[in-house]
């Protein structure tokens, strides 16, 4: 299920005439959706990252909407690189291109959520920490509900249209599966720990949607939820429940009103008089999401000291739990076949890049493999 696929880039003798060659054959490509394909935005192929999961994502939910223009594309040239004629190869086998098929729309329509929290927690100019663990629990309700096949409609009506009653069950089992283990992995990010502790408290104490579905706060627990953020150590804990008090109820009554609840700019107002609660309340608010900066973040904190290689771990398995960082949710749900992760890794991905080969002649030479956190140049 998550079968990282390595993604060729045939070199190229120049890299001037390489750039030029690739600026010609994707004007070609964006020219032919403009002209063929009008109901389609004409816009290129995601950039892979082979380091990045949430690029795999970016690639499926592109190829859930232009599969067929790409395909058309490719059609009209001769002696095509390997890339393009491995996905040209599928879609001539309808069976199987039917169910790859059914993988891309069942992830456009179970797995676009990933994609959008990924890019939050990877985002640097906006407050998200009291944000976190909601999304993260309304993730968890939807990864839960899957397993039980409770799909989208769409995906009911491609799953019902398959003919093979032993097909169609294996389709759903291994869709199913892949929910199930997502769901078992996120759990294990969401763990207790340190950090999870920080963003659950920080969540229940200033998220506006939980502020709004009590008149009145449990102070008691309230007080336990300042004690696991190290912002508000030098305040006693009347002082943190009494700024609290007032906060939560002008968050509930915006709310409430249907009124669009800033927090960022109550504390603002909140810090003219009342600077000792407003202030740490803010900084929570900004605390960082990713691995790297939340590691530097925490190790700032006394408190909140700990072995950020077990627990800020990027992408795998510290034993205590993890913070939900970008890189460690990324290979959460990963569904497919071998030919859908074929198709995206090695096949589509490239293929107008690849095409460069084809207009220069291929050059006898191997593909070599990118292994890079940044994105390619267009």
């Given at each position: ?42 816009i ?73 929290l ?8 906006f407050?998200?920490?009291?944000l ?15 397993p039980?096949?409770?799909f ?105 009103e ?18 000792a ?63 859908l ?16 080969a084809d ?20």
């Open positions: 299920m998550c079968l990282k696929a390595n993604i060729p880039i045939n070199k190229l003798d120049h890299p001037a005439v390489r750039e030029y060659l690739k600026k010609k054959i994707k004007s070609a490509y964006v020219r032919f959706l403009q002209e063929e394909h009008a109901d389609l935005p004409a290129l192929f995601p950039s892979p990252v082979v380091t990045r999961w949430n690029s795999w994502f970016h690639s499926v939910l592109y190829l859930n909407d232009y599969s067929d223009a790409l395909i058309e594309f490719l059609g009209q040239y001769e002696n095509n690189n390997a890339s393009a004629e491995y996905l040209l190869e599928q879609q001539r086998d309808p069976v199987a291109w039917q169910s790859v098929k059914r993988q891309m729309v069942f992830i456009a329509d179970s797995c676009k959520m990933f994609v959008e990924i890019n939050k927690l990877e985002g640097s100019k407050p998200f920490a009291h976190l663990w909601h999304e993260l629990e309304a993730l968890m309700s939807v990864l839960k509900r899957l039980n096949r409770n989208s409609a769409r995906t009911l009506s491609l799953l019902g249209s398959i003919t093979s009653v032993a097909k169609r069950e294996e389709l759903k089992q291994l869709l199913c599966g892949c929910a199930q283990k997502s769901a078992m992995k996120l759990a294990k990010h969401m763990a207790p720990c340190t950090t999870n502790n920080f963003f659950k408290a920080a969540g229940e104490l200033f998220n506006p949607a939980i502020a709004a579905q009590s008149l009145t706060p449990d102070e008691k627990s309230a007080k336990k939820q300042f004690e696991v953020i190290p912002l508000f150590s030098k305040l006693t804990s009347y002082k943190c429940v009494e700024g609290y008090l007032y906060l939560h109820k002008v968050m509930g009554t915006t709310v409430r249907g009124k669009v609840c800033d927090i960022i700019q109550m504390l603002m107002a909140m810090k003219v008089t009342n600077s609660f407003a202030g740490p309340a803010l900084q929570t608010i900004w605390a960082p999401v990713n691995s790297v900066d939340a590691e530097r973040f925490f190790s700032h904190a006394s408190d909140v000291v700990f072995d950020c290689c077990a627990h800020v771990h990027i992408g795998g398995g510290g034993e205590d739990g993890e913070t939900a960082s970008p890189r460690s949710l990324e290979g959460l749900m990963l569904p497919g076949s071998s030919q992760h074929e198709i995206v890794g090695t096949g589509a991905g490239n293929v107008i890049d690849n095409k460069v207009m220069r002649g291929q050059n006898g030479r191997q593909p070599t493999y990118r292994h890079e956190e940044t994105t390619w140049t267009k």
